[in-house]
């Protein structure tokens, strides 16, 4: 204990005697380099790694970089508040933003959240989709989240409600579903009630309905308040789906430049009068191999599917108004 304690107090000072020389002239006296030390609660070994990364990178306050020991980055975070202008913030290695690093990458260097994810994309077995892998099969090929969700062979008979579902949590008489899993209420900062927690706000906890409350918007055009209204004007203001108008895009079937509210940003949108010429007066869309809808109508006035690994852009073959209203 002793031998211990003495290598920590050689490696305190050593660091403390690093930061006060690259903080020269911003720090008069040690003692609060000591107390952001000290505040960081490190044994000896931590204490160690700390010194020997500054002792091979005497940029480490300076240089952005989030490798290293994760004290490093704990201590740069209390002495950045203190002296912004000598101290920089560790950055994410994808995407260089000071945000919150939780994972380390193959190099060593610290990832957000979201640039970990982009690094574990893998094109998951079952779907067939790339995405971010939630777990593997035994053979060690990549399933995704949703493909995880769905598999009803990973389900267990819940052991309140007695039906087949997937096991949220665990306790001790077995597993529990979603639905019945017990939910610890606390008092909504808004309405008062004792309540589930739907999310943490500045004021604090809000239940469920007081969060759907607080976001409704009223549209600039229409004036209705709506659960959404999730385009924005030249302006910035509010606009519901229904009041929202698109720059005109080029349809894909009459190739005009139309106002196209579905489809029209992918460049795979057709126009109302295309799609009026496919769907005449009681008859259901239908679909070649490609997903593109054809024309039923007995009139034979609609276009025929493009042939298989034709190039040549969808279009009817009349004019829409030779294929119903």
Known sequence: MPDHARRLREATAAVVGYLHDELEGSVGDPAPLQEALAGLGLGQLRMGHLWDYFA?????????????PASRLYL???????YPAQVALPRCGGCDRAVRLPQVGEDGQRRCAACYARLRVEECVLCGHSGRIARRDPQ??????????????????????????????????????????????????ECGQEKSVCTISPAGPICSACYARARRYECSLCHRRLAAAPRRGPGGERICDACWTPAPTRCRGCDEMRVIKNGGASGNGICNQCERALLPPGS?????????????CPTGASAAAAPSGSATPWRPAQPAASCGP
């Open 56 to 68: 091979k990178h005497p940029d480490g306050l300076t240089s952005g970089r989030s490798d290293g």
């Open 76 to 82: 740069l975070q209390a002495l950045a508040a203190r």
């Open 140 to 189: 060690g090929r990549a399933i995704c989240a949703s493909c995880t969700v769905r598999d009803q062979s990973r389900w267990e008979t819940c052991s309140i409600c007695g039906r087949v579902k997937r096991v949220t949590v665990r306790t001790a008489t077995g597993p529990v579903c979603n639905e019945c899993r017990t939910r610890r209420l606390i008092i909504c900062a």
């Open 284 to 296: 259901a869309p239908s679909a070649d191999a490609f997903g593109t809808p054809t024309c039923t």
